[in-house]
């Protein structure tokens, strides 16, 4: 039973523009939403996170968007760049909660073409 | 300077061995976590230290045993490996509970 869903395995973006990467939830106890990047043979890089009491959180060219009525968060890049290509995994916990750890998506593959 | 470190990075082993893998941190954090990324890519948390003591013992064999002697160091043992325990394991760490976690390069485990 997946309770963070990333629906898309794969992107494609030109270089310059908008990356939208989406991602759901199913958890109502998860008010804590993360972003990983994940390059081959590394371990995921911590990217951004939102905490539930904010509906966006900017980092230099990076924003997540979190819409909670529709469980629904989105990290948006721009301008896109060669080095964004890898796997971005989104991730949620019930901080609130304390010891779940962190629940992931399965990640999707963004390939940023010159 | 690595923050969270793990060794080895590959592991090749036969069915029924007994194998560990470390893993240290020097970010001065005191959680420490396990994560298991089977083959389709599902990174799953296993187990979570805080200050040395166990807080989260996911759905994993009893095989799989973790072991903290420090706040810096977690390692994972495992018994009589068995075929699927094949995947990559990430270690992580963080400050507080369940929040930024920094990870490891990965542990790459083959049992054949």
């Known amino acids: 039973d997946q309770q963070v869903k990333q629906n898309s395995p794969s992107l494609s973006v030109q270089e310059g523009r908008i990356s939208i990467l989406n991602c759901d939830y199913t958890?109502?106890?998860?008010?804590?939403f993360l972003w990983y990047k994940k390059y081959p043979a590394e371990g995921p890089t911590f990217l951004i996170s939102?905490?539930?009491?904010?509906d966006k959180n900017e980092d230099g060219r990076f924003t997540v968007f979190l819409n909670k009525s529709a469980k629904h968060l989105s990290l948006h890049i721009v301008p896109s760049q060669p080095g964004d290509s890898a796997v971005y995994f989104c991730?949620?916990?019930?901080f609130g909660g304390g010891a779940d750890g962190l629940t992931f998506g399965k990640g999707t593959h963004l390939i940023i073409q010159p | 300077d690595t923050a969270v470190s793990q060794t080895p990075k590959y592991l090749v082993t036969q069915m029924g061995n007994d194998k560990s893998i470390k893993c240290e941190q020097n970010?001065?954090?005191?959680?420490m976590y396990w994560y298991k990324q089977d083959s389709k890519k599902f990174l799953k948390i296993m187990f979570s230290?805080?200050?040395?003591?166990?807080?989260i013992n996911e759905t994993v064999p009893n095989r799989f045993s973790p072991k903290s002697p420090d706040k810096a160091h977690l390692n994972l043992h495992i018994n009589s490996l068995e075929l699927g325990d094949s995947a990559v394991y990430f270690c992580?760490?963080?400050?507080?509970?369940?929040?930024?976690?920094?990870f490891g390069p990965g542990t790459r485990l083959l049992v054949l």
């Open positions: 991730a949620a916990s019930a």
């Open positions: 939102i905490s539930s009491i904010k």
């Open positions: 958890n109502s106890m998860f008010d804590y």
């Open positions: 992580a760490s963080s400050q507080v509970v369940a929040t930024s976690q920094y």
């Open positions: 230290y805080n200050n040395k003591e166990l807080i």
């Open positions: 970010l001065g954090h005191d959680t």
